[in-house]
């Protein structure tokens, strides 16, 4: 019981420690609120559509989270690419909007 | 005291290997993009059930680290950690503990249509066990009572192979599979059953439509069936989701659907409105012939489940739940609630 209750503690601070140190809130990604670019572009088209695949696929099963450095965001597309069996078309537009 | 003489050829080969495993994870740590660093992420909890008069405490973690080895092989596992704190009638509290491996499977993105998958992975079977079972995604802090069909192990995990992908994709539909087989293993850490099987899924971005068919054949002992299927709907622009699956083991059977909302919309996240989310299940266990292997109540029972959500920030949530359950072997009242964290995190600093 200590143990558990020790390694939630470690985790909830290594949680904290790590999300501030990776990154500053600026360059952080918030999939809940992200920057859209300009539709002409095509990194915008990719962007736009990625949260299309986000909202889609990711939020059918769980709520977004809060932010994220932009060091994991390959990973995170990684695993929801096996999770949500998305296609290469849709993992590509989901990384370019978590990590522009 | 006996001291075992051994040939020195054996140190030398393990320090072999380990300096071979280290090269090959030093290297793979090199080669992986810079957005691609490993990760921790997870749930922990403290939750609470009271059934009839008699509250179980379980604080719990479930760790989930993702570890990409090149950008098409990803290295996944999950454990789940927790104690029980529960009453025994006369003598106050005891305590038992749980550690057990979730999840421990390498995928391989061979094309664009599919991913070859090995190891102990989650079984595909309908929704819950691979989508929602979760502390930090499920919106109860039980699963369904059908949750044990089909899945292969007490954990929901089965040790063998899988191909799964997305067979077809455009804008207004998707089209995915799973194909999967699985061995014996009683393993304390790999228990598993051996069955072969199937899940096909359908997705319609336009009217936010989900539907799927799984089927699962167990070719162990008295070999046996297992089908299901589910339908979920979460319609564009509303924040209303209704989802449900059906399941069908030898000999029981059952279904349940949730339907939940937001009061309010993302927009007004700051509000303690659109932090509020009411839910709602109900589930219904039919029983054919008593079976204490598939994990259903032993006589026919139908539960009410009305829960009610709130989320202090989109990490940390609080859950409470009724449920009436109405069963030929006792009516009760079942209460829980439980307060859930959700963590992520790189494994280490990045540049």
């Keep these: ?100 | 005291m006996i001291f075992r003489h051994t040939p020195s050829w054996p140190h030398v080969s393990r320090f072999r290997i380990l300096g071979f495993a280290a090269t090959l994870l030093f290297g793979a740590v090199y080669s992986i993009r810079a957005q691609d660093t490993p990760l921790l992420s997870g749930g922990a909890g403290f939750l609470t059930q009271t059934t009839a008069g008699n509250t179980t405490y379980i604080p719990t973690v479930a760790p989930v680290l993702e570890f990409p080895i090149t950008d098409r092989l990803l290295i996944e596992s999950k454990a789940n950690l927790l104690e029980s704190a529960f009453p025994r009638p006369g003598r106050g509290y005891d305590t038992s503990h749980y550690v057990a491996l979730a999840y421990l499977q390498g995928d391989f993105q061979a094309n664009s249509h599919a991913t070859l998958t090995g190891g102990y992975f989650y079984t595909p079977f309908n929704t819950f066990n691979e989508r929602l079972s979760p502390i930090w995604i499920n919106s109860f802090t039980d699963g369904p009572l059908i949750s044990s069909i089909g899945v292969g192990s007490s954990s929901g995990s089965i040790l063998g192979g899988m191909i799964r992908g997305n067979a077809f994709h455009n804008a207004s539909a998707s089209i995915t599979y799973d194909l999967y087989f699985s061995a014996n293993s009683a393993k304390e850490q790999f228990s598993s059953t051996r069955l072969a099987g199937t899940r096909v899924g359908f997705y319609f971005p336009r009217t936010g439509l989900e539907g799927g068919v799984s089927f699962n054949r167990v070719l162990q002992g008295t070999h046996s069936s297992n089908t299901g299927a589910h339908l979920w709907w979460t319609p564009p622009g509303s924040r209303l989701r209704f989802r449900s699956e059906y399941a069908h083991a030898v000999h029981s059977q059952g279904y349940w659907f949730e339907l939940g909302s937001q009061l309010a919309g993302p927009a007004d996240s700051a509000r303690f409105i659109a932090r509020v989310e009411p839910v709602f299940r109900f589930q219904q266990t039919f029983r054919s012939k008593p079976d204490a292997t598939d994990g259903l109540p032993g006589a026919n029972t139908q539960r009410a489940d009305f829960g009610l959500n709130y989320r202090l920030r989109n990490e940390l949530r609080i859950n409470t739940s009724y449920s009436r359950r109405f069963s030929t072997t006792g009516n009760a009242n079942i209460w829980q609630s439980g307060l859930v964290y959700r963590f992520l995190f790189p494994a280490w600093r990045s540049k």
Excluded: W
């Design chain 1, 1 to 100: 019981m200590k143990l558990l209750i020790l390694s939630i503690c470690l985790l909830v601070s290594a949680n904290h420690a790590v999300a501030q140190s990776s990154g500053s809130p600026q360059n952080r990604p918030t999939p809940n609120k992200p920057v859209v670019a300009q539709n002409s572009t095509p990194q915008g088209n990719d962007r736009e559509d990625g949260q299309q695949v986000f909202h889609r696929n990711c939020s059918r099963c769980h709520h977004e989270p809060q932010g994220f450095p932009p060091a994991i965001a390959g990973t995170v597309a990684h695993h929801m690419r096996v999770r949500a069996n998305l296609s290469e078309k849709e993992y590509q537009a989901l990384l370019s909007f978590l990590n522009p």
